[in-house]
């Protein structure tokens, strides 16, 4: 984020503000949540053009140091807290410490403090407001980022012209667009030009006492007449069609860059909020479709007009029109300045509003959590905090330009007196004749006009030009599992894995560590191990969601990095712990990998999956709406939803991420018996919390900080009595643990039963009767 030449800066963490020197250029900014003691706090790290400047957690003074060469800034992380030192040949200077939510955002601004302290040094000095600056562009905590350095970036504005890739189809229709423009501009130049006769032949004298000449009069009001129906015919269409070409290249935009974020591996999404992905491609787009609809049209018209409208002036008389163009070298002045601080402000109001966003894609999704933790309040006061934040934002650059733009009125104004005074000493010395003079003022009405509305159009089009960059930096990310140049066919696949040497590092930190496996097909492997122990990035790297940084994975013999992603994923069924539906319908749910299947293909996979029986209970059975995310069906139902949901694309390689973790025993057991029919002649790599699940599994593979430990069968890794039998026994002291605790709750259950229960009422008392007393009354017969 930059902001140039504000006087003060605001961090994310705090309202407390930082003076700047009027020179000064925002180049990068850290919030920092650690306090020395290592206790939560509020403090701020900004790097400008000329110093670094702190505020510290739990303290209100601000604390400079001007950058030079001696001075070094160094970034570590250990044991969850990052730390940034800064030292010079003197020794350290300061320390800062924050959550590693915050690394990212710290390791760019490592990098701009560089780049920073290397300008400073190549040329005595940084940019100063309204050159092209040093901007920190957001974090990117993604392994395969590889940012340019951001003094090479252009500034915002051009950005708008790497908008002509998706306009290059439309060029024609937007030619016969600017050629209309063009046309009705010079019809609207049509009725001024024509009142300086009406005035001068018609008017003036008909005051002296001469007769009207109607034909004439008839004449020039037939061309009025004529060049409003002509500006009106040409503005529609113009309008129409460049309103129609600004829809498809907004459409085009949208489809382009969410295509585009589809096809970015997931280490991307790990360092992104949705609701930022949500903004970008939502508002972002829209902005830019106003702006190619509505105001770049208008800028157009404007620049016509005063590019016209002034050569005209100077045609009718060119010292008046010089008088005219007196304000013109001011405002464009004033146009320059202003335009470097809205883009750079604009910048950060989107980003800004992106926390607005975060906020509500964050508590919406999450509604239930927050609920049951009772954190109604909380969250509340965190969109209240980032709503005014935006506000504060908003307020600043409102301030600017609420300045702005009525002193553009001004001068326009202004300038229109000068020549109104410069006319009349004209007409005074007959040099011109009042319908000059008349028909002078009123193109100077469209030519003041034009101008103010064009110094209006810089707000529009530093909002456009921030909404492009941001939308570009989506499209400018290469993905860090790309398509192969020259992929290699994938015809039938067998499902022999085999892993070499595979290693994969985040950052500096190694997760997988020279791993060798061998997979053979129909094959099932378990994977045990303590969290953390690369399990999940095991199966991770072999769905290839992120590739190897050493070594390789190799499906049949061929390195899954020559082969295009979709036609080798098309080959993998996942299952995971936390199965995610979409809102649909049950067989919408379960087509998802093959939307073409039929009904009867359907039906057969949720039999499979042991899931027909409860489908056929819902309200319209595989036509039932499910909730977004699956509300209203239990886990255990959406699990078996996605076991029938893989069953149905008929994998090769099937994938089991802790499929059983997260319900009970009954459900455990139906879901068991779906995944028999799912694994039946696949190579199967299972993960399960449960070490009980895995005896169906051919071998067990031991994995412990990224490395293969034991490799076995279930009574093999036994008898070593090594990881895995630790792991064993630790989970079966813990499932008897549990068990006795169950048993011992329900004999107090029952013991509790038998003290509270009502005794039995005591039986009657028997009435003896002999033979004789069969019938009533008899008793008082005898």
Same mark, same amino acid.
């Not at 039906?603 to 995310?629: K, N, T």
């Not at 029919?677 to 994995?703: C, P, Q």
């Given at each position: ?99 590693? !939510?915050?690394? @990212? +955002? &710290?390791? #760019?601004?490592?990098?701009?403090? /560089?780049? =920073?302290?290397?300008?400073?040094? *190549? $040329? !005595?000095?940084? @940019? +100063? &407001?309204? #050159?092209?600056?040093?901007?920190? /562009?957001? =974090?990117?905590?993604?392994?395969? *980022? $590889? ?636």
């Amino acid at each position: 984020m930059s902001l140039q030449t504000s006087p003060s800066i605001v961090s994310r963490s705090s309202t407390e503000e930082a003076p700047l020197r009027p020179s000064e250029n925002v180049l990068g900014l850290l919030d920092v949540d650690l306090n020395s003691r290592l206790r939560f706090g509020s403090g701020v790290v900004v790097i400008t053009n000329q110093r670094l400047i702190s505020r510290f957690p739990d303290e209100t003074e601000w604390r400079s140091w001007d950058l030079q060469p001696d001075l070094t800034l160094t970034h570590t992380d250990y044991a969850g807290v990052g730390t940034l030192a800064l030292r010079d040949t003197g020794g350290q200077l300061a320390v800062w410490r924050f959550t590693l !939510g915050h690394n @990212p +955002a &710290a390791i #760019q601004l490592l990098r701009t403090f /560089e780049a =920073a302290r290397a300008h400073q040094g *190549a $040329e !005595g000095g940084l @940019p +100063a &407001a309204g #050159q092209t600056a040093l901007a920190a /562009e957001p =974090a990117d905590d993604t392994p395969d *980022a $590889e940012d340019s350095p951001a003094e090479d970036k252009p500034p915002s504005t051009w950005t708008l012209f790497r908008l002509w890739r998706f306009a290059h189809p439309y060029r024609w229709q937007l030619l016969a667009g600017f050629l209309l423009t063009l046309a009705a501009t010079a019809a609207t130049l049509v009725p001024p030009y024509l009142t300086m006769p009406l005035m001068d032949k018609v008017l003036i004298p008909f005051q002296n006492g001469q007769q009207i000449d109607t034909g004439l009069v008839g004449m020039l009001l037939a061309g009025l007449m004529g060049s409003a129906l002509l500006a009106w015919v040409l503005g529609w269409a113009k309008t129409y069609i460049l309103a129609l070409v600004s829809e498809r290249i907004g459409a085009d935009l949208r489809t382009t860059t969410y295509e585009h974020l589809l096809k970015l591996s997931l280490e991307y999404f790990g360092g992104r909020r949705t609701g930022d992905l949500m903004a970008r491609i939502g508002s972002e787009t829209d902005r830019i479709n106003v702006f190619l609809s509505l105001h770049l049209l208008d800028f157009a018209t404007d620049v016509l007009m005063i590019v016209m409208t002034a050569v005209i002036l100077f045609t009718i008389n060119p010292t008046l029109a010089l008088v005219t163009l007196v304000p013109l070298p001011i405002i464009g002045w004033m146009i320059h300045v202003v335009r470097d601080r809205l883009r750079t402000g604009f910048e950060k109001i989107d980003r800004v509003w992106s926390e607005v966003t975060n906020v509500l894609a964050d508590t919406i999704p999450g509604i239930r959590v927050v609920k049951a933790f009772a954190q109604e309040d909380r969250e509340a006061n965190r969109f209240k905090d980032a709503n005014r934040h935006n506000l504060a934002v908003n307020d600043k650059l409102n301030k600017l330009w609420s300045l702005f733009s009525p002193t553009v009125t001004l001068l326009t104004e202004i300038g229109l007196l000068v020549v109104w005074a410069c006319g009349i000493w004209l007409v005074s010395r007959q040099q011109i004749t009042v319908g000059v003079l008349t028909a002078f003022l009123a193109y100077i009405g469209r030519f003041y006009t034009r101008l103010d509305s064009m110094s209006r159009i810089v707000s529009v089009t530093q909002k456009a030009a921030s909404g492009t960059k941001r939308i570009f930096e989506i499209l400018d990310h290469v993905s860090s599992v790309p398509e192969p140049k020259n992929p290699v066919p994938l015809t039938h696949v067998e499902g022999r894995i085999e892993v070499r040497d595979a290693a994969l590092r985040y950052g500096n930190r190694s997760v997988i560590r020279g791993l060798n496996l061998t997979i053979q097909p129909g094959e099932m492997i378990g994977l045990v191990g303590h969290s953390g122990s690369g399990k999940s990035t095991l199966v991770n790297l072999i769905c290839r969601f992120y590739d190897v940084t050493e070594g390789a994975i190799l499906v049949d013999g061929v390195d899954v990095r020559q082969v295009r992603v979709a036609d080798y994923r098309r080959n993998i069924g996942l299952v995971l712990q936390e199965p995610f539906l979409f809102f649909g319908t049950i067989a919408e749910n379960i087509a998802y990998g093959k939307p073409d299947a039929t009904r009867g293909e359907i039906v057969a996979a949720a039999r499979a999956a042991h899931a027909h029986e409860f489908i056929l209970r819902l309200p319209q059975g595989y036509d039932s709406l499910v909730g977004e995310r699956g509300q209203g069906l239990s886990g255990g139902e959406r699990q078996r939803i996605s076991i029938a949901r893989a069953l149905l694309i008929n994998p090769r390689i099937l994938i089991l991420d802790e499929a059983t973790a997260s319900v009970d025993t009954e459900t455990e057991r139906e879901i068991q018996k779906a995944l028999d029919n799912l694994v039946r002649g696949r190579t199967t790599i299972a993960i399960a919390h449960r070490l009980s699940t895995l005896r169906k599994a051919d071998r067990l593979v031991v994995m412990d900080k990224g490395v293969k430990v034991e490799e076995g069968t279930h009574e093999q890794l036994i008898a070593q009595r090594g990881a895995y039998w630790r792991l064993y026994e630790a989970q079966a002291r813990q499932e008897k643990a549990e068990r006795d605790r169950m048993l011992e709750v329900e004999v107090a259950d029952r013991e509790l039963a038998a003290l509270t229960a009502t005794p039995p009422a005591p039986p009657a008392p028997a009435v003896h009767r002999d033979a004789g007393d069969n019938a009533p009354g008899q008793e008082h017969a005898r």
